[in-house]
Structure formats: C-alpha cells, structure tokens
C-alpha cells in the first residue's frame, strides 16, 4: 500500500512567499474593481439619486432592471448601441483591411510617409473627434461642400440633423477615428505570415481574391478577434463621440445605454436605475462578444 | 436622512472625484496668499468666467482659485465634490445653475446663508424677487442670484430694412418673417438639437401665452391648447429655420447670428454681448435686440439665472460666505455687467444708464423677466424635462403632428408623481 503524501505548510520553507507578493495586487483589484462593481450592484436595487440614503425604504428589489425591459428609451438605446457596435466593427474591419492591404503594397519610402498620417486620428480626443465632425456635418462644412459639387446637399444626407442618418453619421465618424487601431494591428499580423505561403499560392496560379481568402484571412483570425473584442467592449461603452456630435438625438435616434445611463443620473438623478443600465451594459456586452470570446480560445485549446 | 444614513463608500466618491478632476479639468486660476483662507470655487466656464477669475482677484479676504468647467460636465463635477470630505480639495463656492437647486437643498449639498446674511447686514430686497425666491427653499435662503438669462430675439437690422420687414411683435409675425427669410435661401436660427435649449424657447412660448406645465390642481397638463400651441410654433420656426439648426444648442445660434449666416435668431442673452465684439461678430454695427412674444404678443421669460452658493462641506463656511456676499454685491456686479453685459439680479442695475448704454439687449431682457415664471421646484420635474427634450426633437425632426406628441407625452407622464 502506497503511502499518500499530504502538504505541509512551512512558514520557515516560505510557502507563503507567493501569496504575500501577490496581496498588493489582489488589494488593489478588490478594491478597484470588485468593491466598485459590488457596491454598485447593491445601489442599483435601491431608488436613490445622489446623496441619497440606503434604507429599507428605498430597497426596491429587482425593479430598476424590470423597469429597464419595459422602457422604450432602454430599448431604442439598446437597440442603437447594437447597431452602432456591429456597423462600427464591420466598417473597421473592412476599412482596416483594404488600407493595411494596399500599405504593404506601397514601396517602403511612401509607407513610412503614409502610414503615420493616417493613424494620425487614433491620437485624437473622441470628444475632440465629436467636435470636428460637428464642423464637418455643418451644413457649411467640408462634407456638403464637397457634395455639392456632385450637385447633392444635406436634403440628400441630412447627416446629424434627420433621425434617418443620426447614427450613419455617429458611425463614419467612428469608423475615421478607429480604424487607424485596425490598421497598426492588422499590418503586425500581416507581417508575421510567412512569405512562403503567397509565394506557394503565386506558383499554384491563386489569384488576389483566392489568396486573400485562401491564405491572409485565415491567418489574420486571432486578430481579428482580438480586434474584434477590444472594438467591442468600446463602442457598447459608446458616449463620447456620440455626446459631443448628436447629444443622442434627433428624437433618440442616437441615443446610445450610455448617454441614457449619464442622462438618468445626472439630469434626472436616478442613480440606481442608471447603474442597473450599465450593469445591464455589462452583461451585453459578455453576451456579445465575452461568450464568443471564450468559445474561440475553447476551440483553440482543443485542437 | 442624510445625516442619519451618511452614504456608504465616500472614500470611493473622492477617487472619483480626483478621477473627474483629470478628466474635465477646466482652466483653474489660483490667487494664492499664504495668509488668507483658500477657496476652491466651481463655475460654469462660459464667456463670463475670464472676467469673474479677473474680479475675484480683486477679492482681499481669501485667496480664491477658480476651476472653471463647461457646462456638460459642471453638474457633475460639483456632485462628485458634494460627496467629498471636508477639506479634501472639495468645492467651498459653487455657482448653481437656479434649476439645480432644489436637488442640491433637498439632498443638503449647501448651506444655508441666513445667517451670514445677517451678520454681514446685507439687504436681499435689492435681488429681483422672482429670482431671490429661486435661492430660497423651506424658509432658508441658500445662496444670492446673479447672472439672469432669457432667449431673445436679435436680428440684423440692415437685413430688416432692405427687405422693409417690421420687427416681429408676436409668434405668428415672427413665424412670418422667419418664412420670407427661409424663401430666400436663409432662414431663422434657433435651438432645435435634442438638448434643454429647445425646452427653454418652448416654455418662453408656452409661459408668454399664459400656459404652464401642470393646471391650477397642480396636475400634469402638458397637452392643453396653450402647450399644443407652444408645440405648433416651435415646429412652424423649426420649419422655416436655416438649414442645420437641428444640430444646433444656444452657441452654434448665436454664431450664425454673429457670422451673418442667419438674419434673425433666438439666442440667449449671456451670449448676446459677443454681438458687440468686433473679433468675433459681422453684425457689430446693424444688431439689435426685441422680446421674444407668443401668440398674444406677451413676452414672458422661463427664468433661467445662476446662484452664487457655500457648499456644505466647505471647510471655510465664512470666508466662502464672504465672497458669495461680495460677489453680488452691487459694485461687483455693476463691474461685471459693464465688462460683459452680463444681467444682473440687482432691480436697480438695470436702471443704470451707464450700463444700459452698454448693454442695448437688456430693455427686452428685463421686459421678459418681469413677466417670467421659473421651473417648478418639483423632485420629478426632471423627469419631464427630459421627455420634453425628446418630444421637441420629435416635433422638430420629423412629421408628427404637435398635438399627437403632446398628447403621448402627457399619457406617458400619467404616473409620474408631480405633487412634491
């Protein structure tokens, strides 16, 4: 019979060591990110503005999140931000790639030249890109002056102005602001396929399409879904840009679970129902694109 | 009820404050004297904030540094400074906008003044009543009025005259002129982005025909003939504004009126003394100023005005007391207003021919606050507000019929209680 080894803890031998290095970081996570999540998690099933009070009075259970699935604003919101989080992604993707694609094609003197000019506006404020593309939607701005000389004007896009086009216009804005971040990620993964592959396909008579889908994009999935998470969690989060170019409107047709979650809580100083929206925010935005996530790397760990 | 059950967490609050200090961190301008208490005042960083940095370095009794932020991120900022702890770099002075007042009293944010007040000997009747009442709640005065606005009509006179159009007395001349301009390429230029800026022209429409948000019972009665009809003027102006005005909140008016894009706009009257800059206005010459009348020809303000108030946590209640007494004091304020022709509370400032001379909008202005009825100061009223900000956009951007979206909203609102 085989005697079955038990673990004994030395403080002499030091196994303690691992713990206690890692404390402070575990401290700063509990009370950075967890305490903040919990506490506002028990906020959200009260009805209190700020400054408020937790009492028995204003425990209201689970009907700040009730009231979320029975709101049309929450809807439309919700609605918007899905809209605005996958028309933003697919533009991204799809911008990201043509340009990172034709860079590479570039002789090396004009793509160190270009390169940095067009991920130029990764570098700017999204406030700040709210703000520019105001001017640029003016009726006397760039956008109309340009289409006029096609003969269109801002009856044939209303740009921000018609609830039509509201969000159209939020997205373009956010397309010119984030796929430079597309670009620089897709041209390190275009770098690191191997060159053999497209010589290999060149020789078998592949052409640009055939190879594109063949080769590049298979190679380029972990990538895209890095890109595609870290795009995700930020537009459902959207505020900024929105914020400073339609304020939400016309008639909410912008209006986005963020700006509704800011609106509640400081126009109307219900704080607990704009908490129960982010944290509605949150779960979203797991479903969306934390599960897929997940099953990616799952499928990746059992192959 | 606050301080029976303090909110958990404060320590949390003040990270959070820091955090939003970095993030709209305006422009702060220190006046430093190692012998003087300190006071951290928190204001919105309009047109007058230059000047008001400049006159409070004249303040001998303290050492005052402003931290002026616009006005998207002001409320929240001076909420976060609230829930701070005494002394922790937290707010002493703020300046309140009269429609953050009662939730700043009710949720006890500031102090209040009366006996300050007192003390210092100060004589409150010389405030325009309507106003001073804004500063007051359960019989406790928490702060002094300043800085009163309204929307007026400024147009281009010369424009006016080689048309040979009358000045609007009334909405359906205004509506009219706004359509003679609109068929010739320009327009009339308003607020009509969803924002509060359309809630204020629409209660000005509302309020200068006799209406009011609830009936005499004090219940909701947002779809009554004079709301309807408020509604159907705003979408008649909106119809006949220039293009782009539903992009647009009170400074992109007031730039179009200023760039010469609009011949005649409803602009609010603190941006109005940039018509008089050279630097920044085409119509330094030919602008002038009329009230904005509903139907009736009455002109009635939604009165909209500041509020120099102590926090309540400020560690320096008295000196903070001080300033506020002094910032509204009439040779304070009459400085102000000859600077930026700024409206004053004070009744007798608006007499002052120096200042009238200086300032040609403020005959309208005051006609306009005289008349004036101020929001109420309910706990929901926000609520309606908001609904408003969106059923105006709705009015404004699409073909609904006025009286259809004030009739949802007024059903809509149907559980909302209105009575505290």
Sequence with gaps: ?303 | MYEAYPLPGKSMNEVACLALGGVFAGGKTETSDPGKPNLLVSVWAGPHADLQKEVSSTFTKSAVTIDDVDYGSLKQKQLTSFQSVSGSGNYDVVWVNSQWMKEYTDAGYLLPIDGYLKAAGIDTSIYAKGLFDGCVFNGQTYGLPTFAQTMIIAYDSEAFEKAGLAVPKNADELIAVAKYFKERGTGIALPAKQGTAAVTLFSQLLFSDGGYYFDADGKLDIASDKAVQAAAIYDELVKYSVEGTLAWHHDEVAEAMRMKDAPIGLIMSGLANQNADPEKSLIVDTVKYAPLAGRSGIAAATNSFWVWAVAKNSANAQAAADYVMWMTSYDVEKKQTLADQQVSAINELSKDPEILAKAPFLPAVMQQLAAGKIDPPLANFGKLKAALVVSLSEIASSDSAPADVMKRLQADLQGVDFSK
């Design chain 1, 1 to 303: 019979m085989v005697k079955q080894k038990t673990f004994e803890w030395s403080l002499e031998r030091g196994d303690l060591l691992p713990l206690l290095m890692m404390l402070p970081t575990l401290l700063v996570i509990l009370f950075v990110m967890v305490f903040p999540l919990v506490y506002g998690l028990l906020l959200s099933f009260f009805t209190i503005g700020f400054g408020g009070s937790l009492s028995p009075d204003s425990f209201v259970g689970l009907d700040n999140y009730l009231q979320f699935f029975t709101d049309p604003v929450a809807m439309k919101a919700t609605l918007n931000t899905v809209l605005f989080s996958f028309g933003a992604i697919a533009g991204d993707f799809v911008l990201g790639t043509f340009v990172s694609l034709g860079l590479l094609k570039l002789r090396r003197s004009a793509s160190v030249l270009i390169r940095p000019i067009v991920t130029m506006p990764l570098l700017v404020s999204p406030v700040v890109v709210g703000l520019i593309w105001r001017y640029i939607y003016d009726p006397k701005g760039i956008l109309y002056y340009f289409l006029g000389k096609i003969g269109l004007g801002i009856s044939n896009f209303p740009g921000v102005t018609a609830a039509s086009t509201s969000l159209l216009s939020t997205i373009i804005a956010h397309w010119w602001q984030v796929t430079p971040f597309v670009i620089i990620v897709l041209t390190a993964g275009l770098l690191s396929i191997p060159e053999e592959y497209y010589e290999a396909s060149k020789i078998d008579g592949a052409g640009p399409f055939r190879t594109f889908f063949q080769i590049t994009l298979p190679q380029l999935l972990n990538v895209y879904v890095v890109i595609m998470l870290v795009s995700g969690v930020d537009t459902i989060k959207i505020f900024d840009l929105i914020f400073a170019l339609t304020g939400g409107g016309p008639n909410n047709s912008s209006i986005s679970l963020s700006i509704y979650a800011y609106s509640q809580a400081f126009e109307q100083s219900n704080l607990s129902y704009s908490i129960a929206i982010s944290i509605l925010t949150m779960l979203l935005t797991f479903c969306i694109f934390g599960i897929p996530f997940i099953k990616h790397n799952l499928s990746k760990g059992n192959r």
